[in-house]
């Protein structure tokens, strides 16, 4: 689902405020897709640095982090319980690149009622950028990860799987 999600309709809200909300949506339901998927391959939140390794994606991660130390996230570090605050301080210091913080963080605010995307007066419009930059990442590396434990399954199998009979892999 979280993949195929456009968006929401809201009644009475502007255009751009609906984008906003759309977009914080996204990301709670890229992270919980996320989050579901780690334990699947052997990592936690605390170590799927690995995971942006293994699919290149660490200098994205590094400049959404850095995109985000300057905007709508840090609003949302200021709104944040001391657990997640610590990691995305390591994140804006430089000393970590583990971006599902701040999905950590959106997810928790956002589904707790606290988080619009006119927050602290930010544009919606930079709300749907930041957010929508993030949960592209966490798909594309889930997507990648996931069609490579495919692969890796497929090549396993060799010439024990019977294309004629099941189709191609």
Known sequence: MA????????????VPTQRGYSALF???????AFERYMPLVGLNRRRC????????????????IDSASRGYFRFIYHHSRPFIKEKLEKCFQNDSDNVVWLAVAVRHRFAHGDLTPNADGVSPENVVADCDRLS??????????????????????GSAYDSDRYGPP
């Open 49 to 64: 640095e690995e995971l942006l390794d293994k699919h290149g994606a660490r200098t994205e991660a590094r400049e959404i």
């Open 136 to 157: 592209d990442l966490l798909l594309r590396v889930m997507d990648r990860d996931f069609t490579s434990h495919v692969n890796e399954f497929f090549e396993t199998l």
């Open 3 to 14: 993949n195929s999600f456009t968006g929401i309709d809201l009644d009475d809200y502007g």
């Open 26 to 32: 996204r990301v709670l339901l890229v992270w919980s």
